[in-house]
């Protein structure tokens, strides 16, 4: 009942915003930047609004959603706007923006104006586990909600951006989407590691963990979790990878000396560690604002069901899956594609992670990496920023 509830406010705002519609106009040249409900500066968005404003600078009036102004780095404090995800503010310029970049989605209780442009990012490339109404933890209530939802916000996405033709195959279908808003641009996030500078690279390396007081010369291990269960119910799991045995298999296959960045999810149930109090191995990356530059600088990446697995593999370096709540994982949520087509290999105790990294193999992992690519079909090629830009300067009339 909760959710035909919410269903019916949701039909009841959309039409009381279409009368301040009335009284609230479209501003030109005016761009609206949201990624994970404005609890971070970073993902697509991030890249996408950088090059616009490296470009053309204050030419666009540009809108940031963060619920903590002081994410927003302190270049743009002064020509860059900021509105907390749901208040008064957000929803004004939600309303009156030209052009929304968004990587989750976009609001159901406000109905699309014609002349705004929406696109949606996405947050995650590749096809792994389940989400949206896929997921099989939803009871039938939550996946007739989400259907309806779907329904009511059809039509309002003028380009989803797509890592791959599986990606875009799944995701059509679970979202209502006309494949044709779908385009095979790969994700902006991830073009810096087609341009990827050796010089760069270990000036970034050097400032990271000159930051956090890391030796810049050890094997960086990022281990990277993704969260358990969903919404109000998301939680974190334990750093258990981040073990003596681990640590001493790491050092014998790659002679060097290991540090583990550790990197929880951000998610509601999210308390802070200070890991590097018990060991002086492991150090916490949590509240790192942007993932890719610890892809970029890791030597070896340890995660489970996360899609940074596809980020990862775009630098060719080595990954290892640890999976010990596999079966529940798979009970709840469920998989896309078949675990044995993932690009690196996975296991479900410390053990076998161990017996992972002792047996890693350099051919083997570029042979896994081109086979996964190959069967989901990447649009990974690196101008997947710039694609985005041509589309947002044609709508603004820049071109």
Known sequence: MKYRIKYCVILMARVVFRIFYLFIPVKRNS???????????????????????????RRYEYVWVLDNREKLPCEFRGSVKTAKFRSVKYIYHMMRSEVIVDNVGFESFLPKRSEQLLINTWHGGGAYKKVSADMKMHSEGVKWYIRRVRELSEGTTDFFLSSSRTFTDITSDDFFMDRNCFIPTGMPRNDRFFSSDAGKNLALRQ????????????????????FRNYGANMRNISRDACCPCVENVLEATFGRKVTFLYRRHICRNDTATHPRSENPDIVDFTHYPDMQDLLEIAD???????SSIWDFALTGKPCFLYMPDLAEYRYDRGFYTPLDKWPFPYTESIDGLCGLIASYNVEENARRISAHQKLLGSYEHGHATSRVVEIIEKHTGRT
């Open 31 to 57: 761009i609206l930047f949201c990624s994970f409900s404005g609890m971070q500066y970073t993902c697509n968005p991030k890249y996408i609004f950088e090059s616009l404003y490296s470009r053309f600078g």
């Open 207 to 226: 400032r990271i963990c000159g930051q956090y007081h890391v030796a810049s010369d050890s094997l960086l291990v990022l281990y990277a979790p993704t």
């Open 300 to 306: 070896v990446l340890i995660t489970d069901y996360s």
